[in-house]
């Protein structure tokens, strides 16, 4: 599924190098603003031990994770909604992804500059949440205005689409961000299409230095403060640690750096699952001697639109999907011993896939 998690901030904050550790593309990193010209796109694997526990018992000739896409965007500056820097090319690109990784510095090093003089994360995540606002405000004023005529002729939906569009207007002109707004089902399907940059989620990224990693330190602290009420995930990473555990060669190595740091595992591996759960997705796989795979699905599909996610004729002339939940196939150990144990089910079209199932489906075309 081509759904995207944009990485944000302002300049300088280390969006690149933790892009780099997240990808094998390599975005250049460098120590001034608008080093990333062009958004970078990287397609990166989820980690997830559920697919190693299932290599294990089923011993497939190959094994695939799930994917999902990071894009790492230029830094955005203020005035950014009205053209400053690259303001209205970033900006755009912002709008093309589906959520947002909102990084913002919490370190302290005079070698690498600061776009305004200090640090203060607080205030950096104002000045980025403004921009977007501004630029959401400018969108849903244009919308109001373009609906004005079918309003007065009395169409329904221009009439629902309309007020809805003046609360959102509300909204960004009190200095909040759309997503702080609850909608319906059919409000959402609306608001999707406005295309609005602040409806999207997001996440807070804090980016520490080495003595940080583990604990957080007082600007971490004045950031999670400062979102309580946003109901968003903070992470805490060091980006600069986390290149550092990549041009380590053995797995050995990486794990001893991490021992050192009292970590359990590198701070993308956090990241990359915490981006997944936010872009609301889940995972099922498929388990056999050829492969054994991960399939990535919006949360809430039913057994035919997860079969369409293999291949569109699995949805089309869905019959039936065989189902077997992990922590049964972990269990039993086998296919034969979850049907054995009378744990093997076999659901209809309106089953919804719930996240680890193990599936098999049973099509006509």
């Given at each position: 599924?081509?759904?995207k998690?944009g990485i944000v901030?302002?300049?300088?904050?280390?969006?690149?190098t933790l892009?780099?550790?997240?990808?094998n593309?390599k975005?250049?990193?460098?120590n001034?603003?608008f080093?990333?010209?062009?958004p970078?796109?990287?397609?990166?694997?989820?980690?997830?031990p559920?697919?190693?526990?299932?290599?294990?018992?089923?011993?497939?000739?190959?094994?695939?994770?799930t994917?999902?896409e990071?894009?790492d965007i230029?830094?955005?500056?203020?005035g950014?909604?009205?053209g400053?820097g690259l303001?209205n090319?970033?900006?755009?690109?912002i709008?093309?992804?589906?959520?947002?990784?909102h990084v913002?510095r919490?370190?302290?090093d005079?070698?690498?500059?600061?776009?305004?003089?200090?640090?203060?994360?607080?205030?950096?995540k104002e000045?980025?949440?403004?921009e977007l606002q501004l630029?959401d405000?400018?969108s849903?004023?244009?919308r109001i205005?373009?609906?004005g005529?079918?309003?007065?002729s009395?169409?329904?939906d221009a009439v629902?689409?309309?007020?809805l569009?003046?609360?959102?207007?509300?909204?960004?002109e009190?200095?909040?961000?759309?997503r702080?707004?609850?909608?319906?089902?059919?409000e959402?399907?609306?608001v999707?299409?406005?295309?609005l940059?602040?409806?999207?989620?997001v996440?807070?990224?804090?980016?520490?230095?080495?003595?940080?990693v583990k604990g957080?330190?007082a600007y971490?602290?004045a950031?999670?403060a400062s979102?309580?009420?946003?109901?968003?995930e903070?992470?805490?990473?060091?980006?600069?640690?986390e290149?550092d555990?990549m041009?380590?060669?053995?797995?050995e190595?990486?794990?001893m750096f991490?021992?050192?740091?009292?970590l359990k595992?590198?701070g993308?591996?956090?990241?990359i699952?915490?981006?997944y759960q936010l872009l609301?997705?889940?995972?099922?796989f498929?388990?056999?001697?050829?492969?054994?795979r991960a399939?990535?699905?919006k949360?809430g599909?039913?057994?035919?639109q997860a079969?369409?996610v293999?291949h569109?004729d699995f949805?089309?002339g869905?019959?039936?999907?065989?189902?077997i939940?992990y922590?049964d196939?972990?269990?039993?150990?086998?296919?034969?011993a979850?049907?054995?144990?009378g744990?093997?089910?076999?659901?209809g079209?309106e089953?919804?896939?719930?996240?680890?199932?193990?599936?098999?489906?049973r099509?006509?075309?």
């Amino acid at each position: 599924m081509a759904l995207k998690c944009g990485i944000v901030g302002l300049p300088n904050v280390g969006k690149s190098t933790l892009f780099n550790c997240l990808s094998n593309a390599k975005a250049q990193s460098a120590n001034y603003p608008f080093c990333t010209i062009e958004p970078n796109v990287g397609t990166i694997s989820v980690p997830d031990p559920r697919l190693e526990k299932l290599e294990e018992l089923v011993n497939p000739q190959r094994v695939l994770p799930t994917t999902m896409e990071i894009v790492d965007i230029a830094g955005l500056v203020k005035g950014a909604s009205k053209g400053e820097g690259l303001g209205n090319q970033f900006l755009a690109n912002i709008r093309e992804t589906d959520a947002i990784i909102h990084v913002v510095r919490c370190f302290e090093d005079g070698n690498i500059i600061h776009v305004d003089g200090s640090i203060n994360p607080i205030r950096d995540k104002e000045v980025i949440d403004i921009e977007l606002q501004l630029k959401d405000l400018e969108s849903i004023e244009k919308r109001i205005n373009s609906l004005g005529r079918t309003v007065k002729s009395g169409d329904k939906d221009a009439v629902k689409e309309h007020g809805l569009a003046i609360n959102i207007l509300a909204v960004l002109e009190s200095g909040k961000s759309v997503r702080s707004l609850e909608f319906d089902v059919l409000e959402q399907e609306i608001v999707d299409k406005m295309q609005l940059i602040t409806a999207k989620p997001v996440m807070y990224l804090c980016n520490v230095d080495e003595a940080s990693v583990k604990g957080g330190n007082a600007y971490v602290d004045a950031l999670k403060a400062s979102v309580a009420e946003e109901n968003a995930e903070v992470l805490v990473i060091g980006a600069a640690i986390e290149a550092d555990i990549m041009e380590l060669d053995t797995y050995e190595e990486r794990h001893m750096f991490l021992d050192e740091l009292g970590l359990k595992e590198p701070g993308v591996n956090r990241l990359i699952r915490s981006a997944y759960q936010l872009l609301n997705l889940d995972t099922y796989f498929t388990a056999g001697e050829k492969e054994v795979r991960a399939w990535t699905i919006k949360k809430g599909m039913t057994a035919p639109q997860a079969a369409g996610v293999i291949h569109t004729d699995f949805e089309k002339g869905f019959i039936r999907a065989e189902v077997i939940k992990y922590n049964d196939f972990v269990e039993f150990g086998s296919e034969t011993a979850v049907k054995d144990a009378g744990k093997f089910r076999v659901e209809g079209k309106e089953y919804i896939v719930e996240d680890g199932d193990v599936m098999h489906f049973r099509f006509n075309v």
